[in-house]
């Protein structure tokens, strides 16, 4: 029985560049694995089928994640890493929208969600609306990595 629970609860957990893929009309069941690095990105499905059942694949597919992120030399966590802006600012999670005027910021939420907000550059100015939004950034990341 405790077995049982055990297996249930890890097929329920999310599991960090894991997606569960159920397809019908292609008959379609596993998990797919997605690990990016260094702007190159690794990954493999595993079938349910092939791999001997939903537990079997999911197990399969953790451990071939953890394997290829040791081999790229990528550290294992299960935290949600930001580690390149193409916002233009310099900053991650901090761009200009000139259309609307305004700086947007965007962040991860301890609980894994996407936060967001903006700056107004009409109601600040462009350079006090560009220290707020990273200083906004700054206080999110704090508080999502328990610094």
């Given at each position: 029985?405790?077995?049982?629970?055990?297996?249930?609860?890890?097929?329920?957990?999310?599991?960090?560049?894991?997606?569960?893929?159920?397809?019908?009309?292609k008959r379609t069941h596993?998990?797919?694995?997605?690990?990016?690095?260094?702007?190159?990105?690794?990954?493999?499905?595993?079938?349910?089928r092939k791999c001997g059942g939903?537990?079997?694949?999911?197990?399969?597919?953790?451990?071939w994640r953890d394997q290829t992120e040791k081999k790229l030399g990528k550290v294992r966590t299960n935290k949600h890493m930001v580690t390149v802006s193409n916002s233009g600012t310099g900053v991650v999670g901090v761009r200009l929208?000139?259309?609307l005027n305004r700086y947007e910021v965007s962040w991860v939420t301890p609980q894994g969600k996407q936060g967001k907000t903006s700056v107004s550059i009409k109601k600040h100015g462009k350079k006090a609306a560009f220290e707020r939004a990273c200083e906004i950034r700054k206080n999110r990341e704090t508080a999502r990595l328990g610094m």
């Open positions: 029985m405790i077995v049982a629970d055990r297996k249930q609860k890890l097929l329920l957990e999310k599991h960090k560049d894991i997606a569960r893929i159920d397809q019908e009309s596993g998990w797919y694995v997605r690990v990016r690095y260094k702007g190159k990105t690794h990954s493999k499905f595993f079938s349910d939903r537990y079997s694949s999911l197990l399969s597919a953790i451990s929208n000139e259309k």
